[in-house]
């Protein structure tokens, strides 16, 4: 192929550009903030408004890797990605995500009620704006401040079925917003060099492996304060708290093993990798187990 041949994206690069793996967590925490909403929306419009959540975070991650591209190209495990891989031109990537995220805010509107649109639309505007642009190239604690972007799911569930925001839909998103950085500061410290590489300011760059070990530990903390607040503060019954007493016993357990490693050799980062990978499975659990309650409740 030569320069003046133009780029033929298919399909899969369309797929790609929108974070599907990424994307999957976030539709089940849209997911379950409706389902646990005390209005039950009709079939159809209940998948409209998950389908939205998902239309929307994947115009956020397009326009994500619209404008990081060249950061893209500079790391091992983003190298790939059709924009630094040369398989997509960045203004089909940049018509693809505005469009996108544009469908889905006015689908959202239309569907259910102009407050979860609202939402929607500054969930994609503060990963983008907020997140993408301002923060992530600029300072350590990026990933603090950004990872709002990524709790407004459980929000927009919520208020697509009841046309409002109360005490435990903010809490659902507290609850993703205080696990994103311990969850990003694990992965970041078994791939340093690649954000170092890209000049990105994650905090293992910027601080060094101890500090980042400290800061998880201390954010696991308030992390687990709001993992349980639902059920402290009675708004869940049984089956959610003692799943969120097990799993947040779990977390500490294995970010206090992540504190007391030494090691500076990511290949032999195993309670990083490990941490990371069950903090995954431990926001899946823990808001699989809020349905649960919801569904089949046992009390208080």
């Not at 990424?22 to 005390?38: K, R």
């Not at 950061?71 to 924009?83: E, I, S």
């Not at 990511?266 to 823990?286: C, D, G, H, N, R």
Request: aromatic share 10%; hydrophobic share 60%.
């Amino acid at each position: 192929m030569t320069a003046a041949e133009p780029l033929t994206a298919d399909w899969r690069d369309l797929l790609a550009l929108t974070k599907p793996r990424v994307m999957t967590l976030v539709v089940f925490t849209g997911l379950c903030g409706l389902i646990v909403a005390p209005v039950r929306l009709p079939l159809v419009l209940a998948f409209t408004a998950v389908l939205c959540i998902a239309l929307g975070a994947g115009a956020a991650a397009a326009l994500n890797q619209w404008y990081e591209a060249d950061l893209d190209a500079l790391m091992k495990r983003t190298a790939g990605r059709p924009l630094p891989g040369k398989r997509m031109d960045k203004q089909a990537a940049l018509h693809f995500g505005v469009g996108l995220g544009a469908f889905s805010v006015l689908l959202m509107g239309l569907a259910t009620n102009v407050l979860a649109a609202g939402i929607l639309a500054v969930s994609i505007l503060f990963y983008v704006l907020i997140y993408t642009v301002w923060l992530k190239r600029r300072t350590a604690q990026n990933i603090v401040i950004g990872g709002a972007a990524g709790a407004f799911p459980p929000l927009i569930g919520w208020a697509a079925a009841t046309g409002d925001v109360t005490l435990l839909p903010i809490l659902l998103f507290a609850i993703i917003f205080l696990w994103t950085p311990p969850h990003f500061w694990a992965l970041s410290l078994f791939i340093k060099s690649d954000y170092a590489a890209a000049g990105v300011p994650m905090l293992p760059v910027v601080s060094g492996f101890t500090s980042t070990r400290r800061h998880i530990a201390l954010y696991t903390i308030p992390m687990i304060a709001a993992a349980m607040a639902p059920w402290v503060l009675r708004l869940t019954g049984l089956v959610y708290g003692m799943a969120a007493i097990l799993l947040n016993l779990v977390f500490a357990a294995m970010a206090l093993r992540v504190l007391r490693n030494r090691t500076r050799d990511t290949a032999a980062m195993q309670p990083e990798k490990q941490l990371f990978a069950y903090s995954i499975v431990y926001l899946f659990a823990l808001f699989g187990a809020l349905v649960a309650d919801r569904l089949m409740p046992i009390g208080m």
